[in-house]
């Protein structure tokens, strides 16, 4: 098994690395789908060429990382500028075997969970039950379907810094799986500190710490502590960093290029999200409503239902969550959505409750082959215009939410059908399943 | 009462004794407002077959220094010296112009003005607040030409650190860019509204003088106009220890002749202007028109008719060129003077042979994602020569300066200097001043990318496919050479002082030609289509998700749980039902 695994890595990195030495590498980092203004390495380099005329880059309209992603990029581009590509492929490679690691554990969770509650499921139950070869085969799907799943091929061929976003994302759900504190907590912090929307992990990942470090003990007084402490200590962790980057750029402003920039929304180039075209069209004096509107609705909107639903299963809030924020955030990438898809295997034992996995592929596929089709034609031939690539981006949107709504239906079900058994019968009739 | 004769003596007495004073007061005040007015003229024939005709209309002034300063003008006009008076204003330049200066075909104009309106300013060092000064002062001199210069704010001027330097006198040397503010509107028509106000400005309208031959129609059909007005602070003597304030309005026009419909290369006064010039204006101190025929030495000559009253050689710079005088205050009117020049032979046109120095800009790329511009510099000078270039960008087009390369002759060359503003979305250009050492004979060209940039859909003008307009790039060099240089010297505000006029080398400013690019474009009948479909999938979303957090699931029979047609009809029939069960 591990040796398929590794085999696995080494043709993924075979992959990446002849796309990036080929001419691809700059059509695929120019594509919008890829790139945005928020994570494209052109940027990267202007901030750093900037930094180095002596310019302060937050002074300008192009730059938006952190003064610590500016430090280290800038050693990465004056230093190890050979080994740039290479650095990209390790990064997405490590990811991949952090979400790897992360599956191994979990599906053993699972497992144990299952045999320790298999005496309250239902008698007919059998077919539901997870089978120890899952144990194996999820993992190896999860590491498979971020290793060579196009999305994220692209993300690293255009060199974006999404790929150290998902790649600290990556060490949190490890870190949260194994229940470390302090290590996932600094995880979740640099992924925040980048992109702002993960900060609502926290929540997942410490009532997955909660639930990890308590698990057996009685002590319900620590079960109620744990996730309030796992949040003090994201907090101050983030607030470390923040207070370290202000220092390496000498004061505050830095928050307005990189926060400001996420949350107001001011670049309205297109990319496979929702805003652009939105607030390209959007009536100027509504603009603050609906920037508010969107931002809540892509940050904490689902936050608290979703966590009240799912608090027994942690892992799946935070998966939701990552998806819902890669649907709904203000500049989502592919990479994003690459992230969470390759997440989806570990619920492989849902997928027989998953209705729209057709519809979904369809969508998916259908889209990304006439999303550069109708940007060509509106920015190059000039013979379409903003509404056919809207109409693309929206159709995409729409499939992501299928997918998300989808699983999550699924969980219910299968939780449903695991206690109730899998007769649908209510007093010798046929009866239907409602949610009610 | 009844007055005797003495008393009506001494009532004569004293009121002299009251009115004398005043009057001599009053006779003071004009001796020490003293104030000049020059007109000039220069006509010049170009190599190419067009002729340059410009006007210059100087007044200087003595002005008494002080906040009353402005309240008392005789030559000088109140409406611009209270304008500038109020805003502080130590220097100001603006123009207005229609075309394209083509220096590779025509040598170096007087004076350089970029296409559409210019405008740059230097303001007192005492000024507080600059910008919002700038926009006052912008506003101001909107209403007073016509011209929307009060579109000119904080979001498209620069404070350029090397290419402005004042052109008078400065009380102290050490200069700081904050109190300069460049800005040009390329995109900026001039027409007759523009040239009426303007000739309001001068001491005889345009009733009497050389403004009378300033006629729209004969204007506007160059191939390229330019208005300018000019205000500095000069020296009022040689030891300079007080200054004068120095207004030079100026007027740049190019004809081609033969589009104008006339059959040969003969020109004069009438057909260029429409009529005769019919006596100096009264009120100026000097009225000169000099006519260039230098060319009449090397190329096919012309004559001239009438005579001149004086010609002038004039050696500048290691070149000597030939002016042919007209004082017009020394001539008799009896009807109208025309100037005409005619050729014996049909005009032979010669190879050209371009100046010293001279650019040409372009955009490259294709589709609306990303491009560059390339600015092309030639040099045909034997010697290499330092420059300095001041790209003007507007917002919407983010530049990339890591992406700046310099190539001379296949070559990279690193700038001497670079002082990069980066702009900022809807406050700030960006502003690029590279200063450069270009080698001997050769094309320079300077290339940056760009990204387009998609607005909000009201950002877009009425006319969104027309594209926006990039201002032109400026290039400042200092000609070692006066060869094709027009220029006037910095002391001196007359053309006449021009001649004979050597240094030790010749301030040029070069503007380069602006840039039109169409940004993508929005559906603008869209706002509502599109603000109800992105919700609708926010909601598709908020939906299932809303169901499956509120509610739990339940096993329900059929019959409870029937569709929504049903459930009606079964609320419709419930009163029929238990009449049926009473049969």
């Known amino acids: 098994m591990d040796s398929l695994v590794f085999m696995e890595y080494a043709l993924a990195g075979l992959i990446r690395f002849w796309l990036l030495c080929s001419d691809y590498r700059q059509t695929v980092a120019d594509r919008v789908e890829v790139s945005t203004p928020l994570n494209s390495w052109k940027r990267v380099t202007e901030g750093a060429f900037l930094y180095n005329e002596g310019i302060n880059p937050y002074d300008g309209d192009l730059f938006h990382e952190t003064p610590l992603g500016l430090f280290v990029f800038k050693y990465m581009i004056q230093r190890l500028s050979q080994w740039l590509g290479v650095i990209f492929i390790i990064c997405d490679l490590l990811t991949a075997h952090l979400l790897y690691r992360t599956a191994c554990i979990y599906m053993k969770e699972l497992i144990e969970k299952q045999t320790l509650e298999k005496s309250s499921y239902a008698k007919d139950t059998q077919g539901l039950l997870l089978r120890n070869e899952d144990l194996k085969l999820s993992p190896i799907y999860v590491a498979s379907a971020y290793l060579f799943n196009p999305y994220i091929i692209l993300n690293c061929v255009g060199q974006t810094t999404t790929v150290f976003t998902n790649l600290c994302l990556a060490a949190t759900y490890l870190m949260m799986v194994k229940g470390q504190q302090l290590p996932c907590c600094f995880a979740l912090a640099m992924a925040t500190l980048q992109a702002l929307y993960p900060a609502m992990l926290v929540v997942p990942a410490s009532l997955y710490i909660a639930k990890k470090n308590t698990c057996g003990m009685s002590d319900r007084c620590s079960q109620i502590y744990s996730p309030w402490a796992t949040c003090g200590l994201f907090a101050c962790v983030l607030f470390f960093l923040l207070y370290f980057s202000s220092q390496l750029s000498g004061s505050w402003t830095f928050l307005h290029s990189t926060y400001g920039f996420i949350l107001n929304v001011p670049d309205l180039r297109p990319n496979i999200g929702l805003f652009w075209y939105f607030f390209t069209e959007m009536f100027e004096h509504f603009r603050p409503l609906f920037i508010c509107a969107f931002q809540i609705n892509a940050a904490f909107l689902y936050l608290v239902p979703l966590t009240l639903r799912l608090h027994e299963e942690p892992m799946l809030l935070a998966t939701s969550l990552t998806a819902l924020t890669a649907i709904f955030k203000s500049y989502p990438c592919l990479g994003d959505v690459g992230f969470y898809l390759a997440l989806l295997p570990m619920w492989k034992h849902l997928f027989n409750y998953m209705q729209q996995g057709f519809v979904v592929s369809c969508f998916f596929i259908i889209t990304s082959v006439l999303g550069p089709i109708v940007w060509h034609l509106w920015i190059y031939s000039r013979s379409a215009n903003a509404n056919f690539y809207f109409g693309v981006t929206l159709a995409f949107a729409t499939a992501q939410i299928f997918l998300v709504t989808d699983i999550l239906f699924a969980y219910i079900k299968r939780e449903f059908s695991l206690h109730f058994g899998l007769q649908r019968e209510v007093n010798g009739k046929a009866a239907k399943l409602v949610l009610e | ?583």
């Open chain 2, 1 to 583: 009462m009844v007055y005797s004769k003495n008393d009506w003596n001494k009532l004569l007495k004293m009121v002299c004794f009251i009115l004398v004073p005043f009057w001599i007061l009053n006779v003071g005040q004009c001796l020490v407002q003293k104030d000049r007015f020059d007109e000039e003229l220069l006509l010049k024939p170009l190599p190419s077959g067009h002729v340059y005709a410009y006007f210059q209309f100087t007044t200087v002034w003595d002005a008494p220094s002080g906040p009353q300063m402005f309240q008392h003008c005789h030559l000088f006009p109140r409406a611009l010296g209270e304008v500038a008076g109020r805003h502080n204003v130590q220097e100001l330049h603006v123009t207005l112009t229609e075309g394209l200066w083509r220096y590779e075909y025509w040598g170096f104009p007087v004076s350089d003005a970029a296409p559409g309106a210019e405008l740059w300013t230097w303001f007192r060092n005492d000024t507080k607040d600059v910008d919002n000064i700038w926009k006052k002062l912008t506003g101001a001199l909107s209403g007073l030409l016509c011209a929307s210069l009060n579109f000119i704010g904080t979001p498209n001027s620069l404070s350029p650190e090397y290419s402005f330097r004042p052109t008078g006198v400065v009380k102290n040397s050490n200069l700081n860019s904050s109190f300069v503010r460049y800005a040009t509107l390329p995109r900026e028509i001039v027409c007759t509204e523009n040239l009426t106000p303007w000739k309001k400005l001068l001491p005889c309208d345009s009733k009497k003088g050389f403004a009378s031959l300033l006629n729209a129609g004969h204007i506007h059909n160059t191939n390229y106009h330019s208005l300018g007005l000019h205000i500095r602070p000069v020296c009022k003597d040689a030891k300079c220890t007080e200054v004068s304030i120095e207004l030079r309005q100026t007027v740049s026009l190019v004809y081609d002749m033969m589009i104008l419909g006339f059959q040969n290369q003969d020109w004069s006064l009438r057909k260029l202007f429409g009529l005769g010039l019919s006596g100096p204006c009264p009120l100026a101190t000097s009225s000169f028109i000099y006519v260039d025929v230098t060319s009449n030495e090397t190329g096919t000559p012309y004559q001239l008719q009438p005579e001149p009253t004086e010609v002038i050689t004039s050696i500048r710079g290691g070149y000597e060129s030939k002016f042919k005088v007209y004082n017009i205050q020394k001539m008799s009117f009896t009807h109208m003077l025309n100037i005409v020049a005619t050729y014996s032979t049909p005009k032979v046109y010669a190879v050209n042979v371009p100046p010293v120095l001279y650019a040409s800009r372009y955009i490259v790329g294709y589709g609306q994602e990303r491009g560059g511009i390339v600015t092309k510099i030639h040099n045909n000078h034997w010697k290499h020569l330092d420059i300095i270039y001041l790209e003007n960008i507007p917002w919407f087009l983010p530049i990339y300066l890591h992406t700046l390369r310099v190539v001379a002759g296949g070559k990279e060359i690193t700038p001497i200097l670079k002082k990069y503003v980066p702009g900022k979305e809807r406050s700030r250009p960006y502003s690029l001043e590279v200063l450069l050492r270009i080698p001997a004979r050769s094309v320079t060209e300077i290339y940056i990318e760009f990204d387009y940039v998609f607005l909000k859909w009201q950002e877009y003008p009425p006319d969104a496919n027309h594209g926006f307009y990039i201002g032109s790039a400026i290039i400042s060099a200092y000609l070692p050479v006066g060869k094709n240089y027009m220029g006037l010297p910095q002391a001196g505000p007359t053309i006449y002082s021009s001649f004979n006029a050597s240094r030790e080398g010749f301030l040029l400013q070069l503007r380069t030609e602006s840039l039109i690019i169409t940004l993508p474009t929005p559906d603008f009948s869209m706002p509502y289509n599109v603000i109800c479909l992105a919700c609708t999938v926010v909601a598709l979303a908020f939906g299932p998700l809303h169901n499956i957090t509120t509610k739990r699931l339940c096993m329900k029979d059929g019959n409870s749980c029937n569709g929504l047609l049903i459930r009606l009809k079964s609320m419709l029939f419930k009163g029929r039902k238990p009449q049926a069960q009473a049969h």
